[in-house]
C-alpha cells in the first residue's frame, strides 16, 4: 500500500480507512497495554499519533520503537478523541525500519543551539530545524517566484574567480597545486602557470561583476548562488559560506532601486506569512513570541529613506542626549552594527534603506555622486539583523569609474571585461545583494546565522 504524507494524513476526514504512513518517532508514551507514539516525516511540522494496544504486536517490536527510529506504519485513520489533532492511525502492523538506540544524540527535549551544532548532522531532526529548513525552502521559492513573474534571468554567475570583486581581500584561494612543493620565482613569489587555470584563482565573493554583464545585455537578471568570504568574522552574522542573491537591473536609477528592494523584501515575508503559517507559528511559540508581530510589522510599514549624512546627524544627536555607543561614529565612519540597529530600533522602530555613503567606506563600482564626496549606495538595514542588503546604482561612465579604479590603485589585469560593459553601450544600471541567511534569520527569529543553514561554514568548523 502506497504511503500518505503525514502532512496530507493530518488533513484527511475518510475516518475507517486503511492507511499507510512512514516517519521518525519524536515519542513514544504508554499505560495500561496501550501506546501512543507521535511520528514525523518532516513534511509537516506536526506529528500523526499512531496509537496501539500491547497485546496486538510482538514485545520484541514494541521495545524497539524508541525516540528517533524509523517506523512503517498500517493502520486505520480514526477520528481522535485527544485534543489539537483530528485524527490519529490506530495501527495493525508496525515495521521498525530503522532501529534507534539510546546513544542518540537527540533524546533530550530542550537542547542548547550550541549543542545541536556539534550534531548538525543530526539537528534537522528536530522540530526546530525542520521549520527553518522547511522556510528555508520556500523562501528559496519566493525569491524565484518574484523574479520569474517580474522578468528577470536567472543568471549564473561563475564560483571560481581570477578577480577580486569587491577590492578587498579575504577570499579562499582555489588550486590544484602541491602546496609542499610549490614553484617560487627568484624574489620567492608563487608561480601559477602550472596550476589547473594557469593564474592564481579564488571563490567568489559576490557574482556582481558578471551579473553586471548579464543585465546590460538582457536587461535585468538575477544570481542566487553561494558566496565565500573568508574574513574571520566569528559573529551571528557571518558565515564563510553563504548564499546571496543578486539582481542587477539596466535602466534603474537610486529610486527604481530603493523601491524594488522594499518590494522584494516584502513580497518574501509575505510569501513567508501565506506558506509556512505552521511553522511560524510554532517558532513564535517556541523561539521568539514576537516573531509574527514582527513579520507583519515590516509588510505595514513604509520604509525609512535616510541619507548616510542624516543617519549619522540622528547618532551624533543621540550621543548628545546620552546614549552610550561602543564605537564611533563621526562622518567617514563605516556604521557600526550597533548605530544601524539604534537607527532601526530605537529612532525609526521600523526598517530603513540608508543611502549615499561616503565614498571611503563603499566599493569602487559605485555611482558617484555630484559632491564628490558620497556614493549612490542603498544599504536595507533590518531590526534585530542589521544590514540585511547592500547595493548601489553602478557608475557607468567608463571615466570615472576608471578614475576611481587608479585612485585606489587596484590592479585592473582582471577587470579588462568589466570596464568592456562601460567602453560599448554603456548604461545606467543599478543592483544590490541579499544575504540569504540573513533573511532566514529574520523570518524565523533565529539568534545566529550558524542556525538557519544545514551545516554553516564558520572560521575553524568545516564538520559535515
Ligand atoms: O554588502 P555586500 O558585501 O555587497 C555585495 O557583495 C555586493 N556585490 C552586492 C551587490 O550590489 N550585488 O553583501 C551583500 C549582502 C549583505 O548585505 C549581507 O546581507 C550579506 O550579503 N553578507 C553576508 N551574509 C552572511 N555572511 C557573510 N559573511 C556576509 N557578508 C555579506
Ligand atoms: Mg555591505
Not at 512512514?22 to 499505560?31: A, C, H, L, Q, Y
Request: proline content about 3%.
Amino acid at each position: 500500500m502506497k504511503r500518505t504524507k503525514i502532512i496530507d494524513a493530518l488533513k484527511r476526514t475518510d475516518f475507517g480507512s486503511k492507511i499507510t504512513v512512514m516517519g521518525w518517532v519524536r515519542s513514544k508514551r504508554g499505560s495500561k497495554g496501550i501506546f501512543f507514539i507521535a511520528l514525523n516525516d518532516g513534511s509537516t511540522i506536526k506529528n500523526v499519533q499512531i496509537v496501539g494496544e500491547d497485546q496486538n504486536f510482538d514485545e520484541q517490536t514494541v521495545k524497539l520503537i524508541t525516540t528517533g527510529a524509523c517506523l512503517k506504519v498500517i493502520g486505520t485513520l480514526v477520528e481522535s478523541p485527544a485534543a489539537g489533532q483530528a485524527s490519529e492511525i490506530q495501527a495493525k502492523e508496525i515495521e521498525v525500519l530503522g532501529v534507534c538506540d539510546n546513544t542518540y544524540p537527540l533524546q533530550k527535549k530542550g537542547a542548547s543551539w550550541e549543542y545541536l551544532r556539534t550534531v548538525a548532522h543530526m539537528r534537522v531532526r528536530t522540530n526546530t530545524f525542520g521549520a527553518i529548513m522547511r522556510i528555508r525552502h520556500n523562501m528559496a521559492m519566493a525569491i524565484h517566484t518574484y523574479f520569474h513573474e517580474h522578468g528577470f534571468v536567472y543568471f549564473h554567475t561563475p564560483l571560481i574567480t581570477a578577480s577580486d570583486c569587491e577590492g578587498a581581500g579575504n577570499m579562499f584561494q582555489v588550486t590544484t597545486k602541491n602546496l609542499y612543493d610549490l614553484k617560487k620565482d627568484k624574489d620567492g613569489k608563487i608561480i601559477y602557470d602550472d596550476d589547473f587555470f594557469g593564474e592564481q584563482t579564488s571563490l567568489t565573493v559576490s557574482g556582481q561583476l558578471e551579473g553586471e554583464l548579464g543585465a546590460t545585455a538582457l536587461g535585468q537578471i538575477y544570481t542566487f548562488g553561494p558566496t565565500f568570504r573568508a574574513e574571520n568574522s566569528n559573529t551571528p552574522r557571518h558565515l564563510a559560506e553563504f548564499w546571496m542573491i543578486e539582481p542587477e537591473m539596466a535602466f534603474y536609477d537610486k529610486d527604481d532601486l530603493m523601491d524594488l528592494e522594499e518590494d522584494f523584501i516584502k513580497y518574501c515575508v509575505r510569501w513567508a506569512l501565506d506558506n509556512c503559517q505552521d511553522d511560524l507559528e510554532f517558532l513564535n511559540k517556541m523561539v521568539d513570541k514576537t516573531l509574527l508581530e514582527r513579520l507583519n510589522g515590516v509588510l505595514k510599514e513604509n520604509f525609512v529613506r535616510l541619507t548616510y549624512t542624516e543617519g549619522i546627524n540622528i547618532l551624533q544627536e543621540a550621543i548628545r542626549q546620552g546614549h552610550k555607543f561602543e564605537f564611533p561614529c563621526n562622518w567617514g565612519d563605516d556604521l557600526a552594527s550597533e548605530h544601524e540597529r539604534y537607527l532601526v530600533e530605537e529612532h525609526f522602530k521600523k526598517p530603513v534603506i540608508m543611502t549615499d555613503y561616503p565614498k571611503e567606506i563603499k566599493s569602487f563600482y559605485m555611482k558617484l555622486n555630484e559632491d564628490g564626496k558620497t556614493m549612490q549606495g542603498t544599504d536595507v538595514l533590518f531590526p534585530a539583523i542589521g544590514e540585511i542588503i547592500g547595493g548601489s546604482v553602478r557608475e557607468e561612465s567608463y571615466d570615472k569609474l576608471m578614475a576611481e579604479i587608479e585612485r585606489r590603485q587596484m590592479d585592473t589585469r582582471h577587470l579588462g571585461w568589466y570596464l568592456d560593459t562601460r567602453r560599448w553601450g554603456s548604461c545606467p544600471h543599478a543592483g544590490f545583494g541579499l544575504g540569504f541567511e540573513r533573511l532566514i534569520l529574520f523570518v524565523t527569529g533565529m539568534q545566529n546565522i550558524r542556525d538557519v543553514i544545514p551545516f554553516p561554514r564558520t572560521p575553524g568548523n568545516a564538520n559535515f
